[in-house]
Nanobody, 127 residues
Framework: QVQLVESGGGLVQAGGSLRLSCSAS????????MGWFRQAPGKERESVAA????????YYADSVKGRFTISRDNAKNTMYLQMRRLKPKDTAVYYC????????????????????WGQGTQVTVSS
């Protein structure tokens, strides 16, 4: 089992940047494909970015492509989401999620395939 803890959220002006971190417990972080999701008020949770076990294969939602960067450091059991040129519509609770998998090549974006979730961190972008 793995426990996930997000950090790095906060209040930022439009055009600003934030870096979210997702720290995982345990010694097998590299066995998990990871993802970032977000849920805005009144909306369904959506996939934002995803990364495979090694970090060499990534996915971005169209709404964040070119502004967000997902990465991971398996030696530190940590995944990151660098967010730049933030917009008010990026305001949401951001969650990280982990899926234990033998598939070393692919990332995953469907929420129902992830096994573990963090508690979420609030990101608020003011106009």
């Amino acid at each position: 089992q793995v426990q996930l803890v997000e950090s790095g959220g906060g209040l930022v002006q439009a055009g600003g940047s934030l870096r979210l971190s997702c720290s995982a417990s345990g010694r097998t972080f590299s066995s998990y494909a990871m993802g970032w999701f977000r849920q805005a008020p009144g909306k369904e949770r959506e996939s934002v970015a995803a990364i495979n076990r090694s970090g060499g294969n990534t996915y971005y939602a169209d709404s964040v492509k070119g502004r967000f960067t997902i990465s991971r450091d398996n030696a530190k059991n940590t995944m990151y989401l660098q967010m730049r040129r933030l917009k008010p519509k990026d305001t949401a609770v951001y969650y990280c999620a982990a899926r234990r998998t033998l598939d070393s090549k692919n990332y995953f974006t469907a929420q129902n395939v992830f096994d573990y979730w963090g508690q979420g961190t609030q990101v608020t972008v003011s106009s």
